[in-house]
């Protein structure tokens, strides 16, 4: 173990992704419009993350709880498949894996029904000190809070610079943690909304005031069809920088389109690109997973990104 790209901390889930044709009410039958309602697509922002950028030819290994019947349901095949390591994975006795139901209605408003299984807390356990040696990030995304204050704690130890992507949910992040984490981070993502939570949180006029109180060099975020805003701290300041959106044919399915983001900047990151090339490439990569239904179904190879990257890099 050990001398990895990326680790990462968070849920793993068995998806199924549900299309109604009117919106769920009480007393109310939906009509279900999608065939490939009861196929498991395999997700989790913790596996999206470290198989994207497994694709891309990096290191990158989640920290996952299954249960018995994760090999039954394809799920470690698919990681072998995909050359996820998979030394970080324990698997619970008398458990079934994380499973979660997402509604889409024909106004594209969701409903998450989740049900945590192996990856609930009360399994939670202490983590090895070799899985953080020699680390190049660490990534927290949304979790049990005793999951990620482990590996946040772990990551600490052993001076692992910590990526966090923002959740709404004060359940994975109480404001005490959530606080600790934003000012620790050397990466954070949010959407515009986590951004406004944080600026509540704080009393900011801008969610730059967290470069005058934290540890963070970089701040992404992502502005859905406006593409996404990046800041970062350099000698000279703080520098923004605007990004576009790359051009997508037919978006099928936008679950995991985040998670995307956020492997394309950090395979750029990793790779010395410049800063707003990194968010090209989280725009980029994300374009792929838009096309297909499920989060990792459409990821693309290095060479692939790549070329879609260079062919788009000077529209964006």
Known sequence: MGNYDVITSGYVSMDHIIKIKSPAEVGFTSLVTNKTNSKIYYGGCSVNIAYALCKLGLKSMPILRVGEDYEELGFKKFLEEGNVPIEGITKIKDETTSTCYLLQDNNNDHITIFYPGAMDGKYSKNLEDEIFKNTKLGVITVASVVDNKEFFEKCKKHKVPIVFGMKDDFDAFPEEFLKELLTYSKIIFTNEVEREIIEKIYGFKTITELF??????????????DG??????????????????????????????????????????????EMKDCCKLGGALSSFVLQKEGCCTNMPTEEELLNKFNQFKEEI
């Not at 005058?212 to 069809?225: E, P, Q, Y």
Request: aromatic share 12%; proline share 2%.
């Open 212 to 225: 005058d109180i934290g540890n963070v060099d970089i701040i992404v975020t992502t502005l859905g069809k």
């Open 228 to 273: 996404s805003i990046c800041y970062e701290r350099t000698e000279d300041g703080i520098k923004e920088k605007r990004i576009g959106i790359f051009p997508v044919e037919n978006i099928v399915d936008a679950t995991g389109s985040g998670d995307a983001y956020m492997s394309g900047f950090i395979y750029g990151y990793l790779n010395k690109f």
